[in-house]
């Protein structure tokens, strides 16, 4: 797999300076690289999750990287109390928050009908239910103060599309899409906007060993249904997260930005597949039409 020509850091330093931001999932994967650059551009950046021990690890490293404040607190998103008590527990290091990337996840892959239905709710409690907990307990704590907020989501592509052997998370991450625009048009008088990316295959242990488990990993390289023949590198998620999340994207409200290297809709044109044609063949085809 070929990585990004092209991934430098994107923002101007302090652009996300006096900002504090909870990401939900942060210790590990694409919450750890968004975090990573958050602090960059001197955020206070808080990551939570169910594992302390992983949270604490990368809060430590992270620290001893950017020198940025960042805290972790234990918190599963599925239940209600604890997300009460990660944001009490944000307020009272930072004073304040900011931003909440929900980020935190859940997937794996499997034919739907060998789901047990306890496997369906784990995957939906955690993206779905996760997601509408943070930003429920957020967006009533941003009205009350009066103040402005941002929600980042963290979809898929598959979120609009859908997609077999992963139907939990689809319908999960559909919910997803569908309460980031909705909240961006009843929230957005209280000064909260709400956004989404969407991404394509970027690689992390999380996701790699739930999605390309041997002997998938060694048979399906993720690159080869990207036009662009690359999966994506962390840092350009970063950039766009951090672009989203900042003031210069002020008024983008209710979008849902895609940054696959055009996977989906190379999976979604009727003819895309005629790539494969060699010069050759379309000498051939274009000779026989025009006769
Ligand atoms: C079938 C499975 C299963 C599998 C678990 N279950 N794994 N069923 N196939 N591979 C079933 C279990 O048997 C159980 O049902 C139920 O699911 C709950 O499983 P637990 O192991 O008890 O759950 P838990 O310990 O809470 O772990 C949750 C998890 C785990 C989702 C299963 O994988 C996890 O912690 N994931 C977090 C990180 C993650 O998934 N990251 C990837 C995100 S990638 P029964 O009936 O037996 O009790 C992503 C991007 C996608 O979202 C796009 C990429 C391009
Ligand atoms: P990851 O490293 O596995 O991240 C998932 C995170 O969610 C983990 O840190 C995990 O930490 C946390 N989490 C799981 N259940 C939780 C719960 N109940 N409460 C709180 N936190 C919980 O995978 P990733 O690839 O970085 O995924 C990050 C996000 O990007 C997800 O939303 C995913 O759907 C999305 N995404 C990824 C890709 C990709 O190619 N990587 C593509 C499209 C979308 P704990 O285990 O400690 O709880």
Request: aromatic letters at 8%.
């Amino acid at each position: 797999m070929s990585t990004a020509p092209y991934a430098q850091p994107m923002l101007r330093d302090g652009a996300l300076a006096g900002k504090t931001i909870i990401v939900t999932g942060g210790g590990t994967g694409l919450g750890r690289a968004m975090t990573t650059y958050f602090l960059q551009l001197g955020a206070n950046v808080v990551i939570s999750s169910r594992k302390l021990d992983v949270l604490e690890t990368t809060a430590n490293e992270l620290r001893e990287q950017t020198h940025g404040k960042v805290l972790a607190v234990q918190c599963d998103v599925r239940k209600y109390d604890e997300v009460e008590k990660l944001l009490q527990r944000t307020v009272e290091e930072f004073g304040r928050v900011d931003i909440l990337v929900n980020n935190a996840a859940g997937n794996f892959i499997s034919p739907t009908e060998r789901l047990s239905n306890k496997a369906f709710d784990v995957i939906v409690d955690i993206v779905l239910k996760g997601s509408y907990n943070c930003t429920l307990a957020l967006g009533k704590h941003w009205i009350a103060q009066q103040q402005p907020g941002t929600i980042l989501n963290i979809v898929t592509t598959y979120a609009s599309v859908g997609s077999a052997f992963v139907v939990p998370s689809a319908t999960a991450k559909a919910g997803v899409l569908a309460l980031t625009r909705s909240l961006a048009v009843e929230w957005a008088k209280y000064g909260i906007r709400s956004v989404a990316i969407a991404p394509g295959p970027f690689p992390t242990e999380g996701a790699w060993s739930r999605l390309f488990p041997e002997p998938l990993a060694s048979k399906l390289d993720p690159a080869a249904s990207v036009p662009l023949k690359r999966v994506g590198s962390h840092q350009e998620l970063a950039n766009l997260a951090a672009f989203l999340v900042s003031d210069f994207a002020s008024y983008i409200n209710g979008e849902v930005v895609t940054i696959d290297g055009g996977e989906w809709l190379n999976g979604a044109g009727e003819f895309n597949k005629l790539e494969l044609l060699t010069s050759d063949m379309w000498d051939m085809i274009e000779k026989t039409m025009r006769r």
